[in-house]
């Protein structure tokens, strides 16, 4: 089974996938710094060049401001390219997350965003998982930072004890569901009149028992049926 | 003449670091795992900056040695 998902597919274990057919803004990039270390060489094959006023200033903008553009441009689209559901999937210990997003149940909460596109399929996971507020997206990298770590140089756990580090907050849901019609003013949420107040003030966790409360349920895979993915 | 074949010597020091450095990157952004994002930064972005410092670092020096 495959997941297309604008540019990428989806890796899911046991099918065929590849990550990352080149988006042209990345083989744009390469290309300029190809180029640009062709340039830069220049310099060391022929270190007289800067023998002349121009050469001087030429080898300033080769060897400090071309270096820096580079640098930026690359870490750009290296933190934009982290940010994709595919990035996050092409760990070994995530691809059963990745599989969940293909269930075919409406309850399971992960799926029914990702197929529904209530989340941007590229973005999946980071659309959820961000923290939305002030310095979130650096505090997800470094979370990132301690999964890479963990994968790498320890014995990473199975994907079904994989816990969040920190309770799922509601500010994360409310990011786009606060204001939706389908959202204050469904009939579940309004059953209760004190119940919307505390989900909003994050002292009812919307994926607390008995509300959306399968999210990821990686324990059960093999019980479930997966939907095909959109071709 | 001493003092230009110095600093073209330390031109070419930094023109490698940097070629280096850009060599990493443009490897890491062909092959997109988050090991590869760690590489960039870790490997690619110092070697672009050591070579940047040590350019710069050769500037001041030379010229430095040259007013002496």
Redesign the interface.
Known sequence: MEGRTGNARIALPGFSFW??P?ALP?TL??LF??F??IL??V??SR??A??TRGGKIT?FLL??FL??L??TM??S??LE??KST??CL??HTMEAFGKTLYVDDPAHLAAAHFQNHRVPADNACYTCHTDYAMFGTFMVKLH??R??YI??LTKPPASENIKLYTPFNNRECLHCHAGARSFEEGAVHNADPDLLPAVKSNKISCISSGCHDVVHDVAKLNQVKFWNGAH | MAGANAIEKRLQIAAILIILGLLVEAVCLLWARPLAFLIFVGIGMLLMFAGIVFYLISLVTVGAGRSQ
């Open positions: 990550l990352f080149m990345t990039l390469i710094i190809a640009s270390a830069i060489g310099f060391v270190p007289g800067t023998a080898a060897l400090f270096p820096i580079c640098a690359g870490l689209s290296e390219r982290s595919a990035f092409s760990c990132g930072l999964h890479v994968y790498y």
